[in-house]
């Protein structure tokens, strides 16, 4: 069992990470593009929130949850696993409150025309993203090295 749920863990932060990058690399071609196809790409984006990224979060989390109830050499309070509470509330948050509603707001703009507003609003949603995805990366950095174990 522990190994299945090191697995679903591992996947899930995988397929998390590998979305976020995707997103980083395509979206400002798409943003060049303009117009609808610019739009329908960042309401693509908002969708994989919900579809894609959200339930790859719950999975992070209700695997390292069962991992640190299921192993008696983890706790709660321990650092690496206080920095993984913290990315996923971070990535519930920014999903929720910063890249859905940015996202929708991009769209909008670019559908009505407002390339310059657009690109400038989706700039900050992809400074956002870069800064998550460092933080993703440094929270599996102190994971491999169970920092304050």
Same mark, same amino acid.
């Given at each position: ?5 090191? =697995?679903?863990?591992?996947?899930? $932060? ?13 979206? %400002? ?12 790409? #960042?309401?693509?984006?908002?969708? *994989?929130?919900? $579809? *894609? ?13 069962? #991992?640190?109830? &299921? ?13 993984? /509470?913290?990315? $996923?509330?971070?990535?519930? =948050?920014?999903?929720? &409150?910063?890249?859905? %509603? ?14 310059? &507003? ?16 460092? /933080?993703?990366? /440094?929270? $599996?950095?102190? #994971? ?6």
């Amino acid at each position: 069992m522990g190994e299945l749920l090191l =697995f679903i863990h591992v996947t899930a $932060v995988a397929v998390w990470i590998g979305a976020g990058v995707t997103q980083l690399i395509v979206s %400002p071609a798409m943003g060049r593009i303009g117009g609808a196809s610019a739009a329908a790409w #960042m309401r693509q984006t908002v969708r *994989l929130g919900r $579809v *894609l990224f959200s339930p790859a979060a719950v999975l992070v989390l209700i695997s390292g949850v069962w #991992m640190v109830a &299921r192993e008696r050499v983890y706790e709660y309070e321990q650092a690496f696993v206080v920095i993984g /509470f913290v990315a $996923v509330a971070l990535g519930a =948050f920014l999903g929720i &409150r910063v890249y859905g %509603p940015g996202g929708e707001e991009v769209a909008g703009l670019h559908e009505s025309g407002e390339a310059d &507003r657009a690109a400038e609003k989706q700039q900050r949603l992809l400074t956002i993203g870069a800064a998550e995805i460092a /933080f993703l990366l /440094f929270t $599996v950095w102190a #994971m491999i090295n169970r920092i304050g174990l």
